[in-house]
């Protein structure tokens, strides 16, 4: 099956910090997109990247769609204790229909104030 | 802002019962899509739907797991005969368009299952 291997698992960080993460897949994606999970809420979009290359920027956040379609990266910079929380890559393959997303396992934050 | 809203937020069934799980996408949204989350693991893709029929689905949704637009504003996800292993945090989603650029999912804030 798909496998959309996402690291690190786990983060533990200084406020202020800045914070990378990547995603890799075993195929081609045509879309990458990052999620983040609060406890006992559903994921919110963050970032969607539709073309190999394309970088984009949400406030801190900056994410790369990489140019083999393979994979992603998230970084976010000078980070503050609300960045706290659960980050899923999820990305779309070619030629899908109704847009079935595949995530990653995500990746804990923790920042330290 | 406009959600997706799922109820209930945690639901404990017996082993062999059936469960209905209970979705109201946003309300100019035409996909619908549930999916869900091992406890620990990462976030599994069951279906998606549109115009009353299923598009897609996934290895996970057998013949237990139905689907279905009771109406015009709800969307239900069905176990017939719950299993210890479907225990999960089950999400639905909903988008306005299905194009590439614009397939934005919207999630739920998702029902707790656990089956006893």
């Known amino acids: 099956g798909q496998q959309l291997n996402q690291s690190p698992q786990s983060m533990f960080i200084q406020e202020g910090e800045d914070v990378s993460m990547n995603c890799t897949s075993s195929?081609?994606?045509?879309?990458w997109l990052w999620y983040k999970q609060d406890p006992g809420e559903g994921p919110v979009l963050l970032i969607a990247?539709?073309?190999?290359?394309e970088l984009t920027s949400n406030g801190r956040l900056t994410a790369q769609f990489g140019i083999t379609r393979k994979d992603s990266f998230l970084n976010i910079s000078a980070s503050i204790p609300s960045d706290v929380g659960i980050y899923f890559c999820?990305?779309?393959?070619?030629?899908?229909?109704?847009?079935?997303?595949?995530f990653g396992r995500g990746t804990q934050l923790t920042v330290w104030p | 802002e406009p959600e997706v809203t799922q109820t209930p937020s945690h639901q404990v069934t017996q082993m062999g019962q059936e469960v209905i799980l209970r979705c109201v996408p946003i309300?100019?949204?035409?996909?619908f899509y549930w999916y869900r989350q091992i406890l620990g693991q990462k976030v599994e893709f069951l279906v998606s739907?549109?115009?009353?029929?299923?598009?897609?689905k996934s290895e996970i949704f057998d013949d237990q797991f139905s689907v279905e637009r009771p109406d015009g504003s709800n969307f239900t996800l069905k176990i017939r005969s719950t299993k210890l292993e479907d225990s999960a945090m089950y999400f639905c989603?909903?988008?306005?368009?299905?194009?590439?650029?614009?397939?934005?999912?919207?999630f739920g804030a998702g029902t707790r299952l656990s089956v006893l």
């Open positions: 989603a909903s988008s306005e368009f299905a194009g590439l650029a614009k397939n934005i999912q919207y």
């Open positions: 195929s081609i994606f045509n879309t």
């Open positions: 990247l539709y073309k190999a290359g």
């Open positions: 999820a990305g779309r393959r070619e030629g899908s229909t109704l847009g079935r997303l595949y």
């Open positions: 309300s100019n949204h035409l996909y």
């Open positions: 739907f549109y115009n009353n029929e299923i598009s897609e």
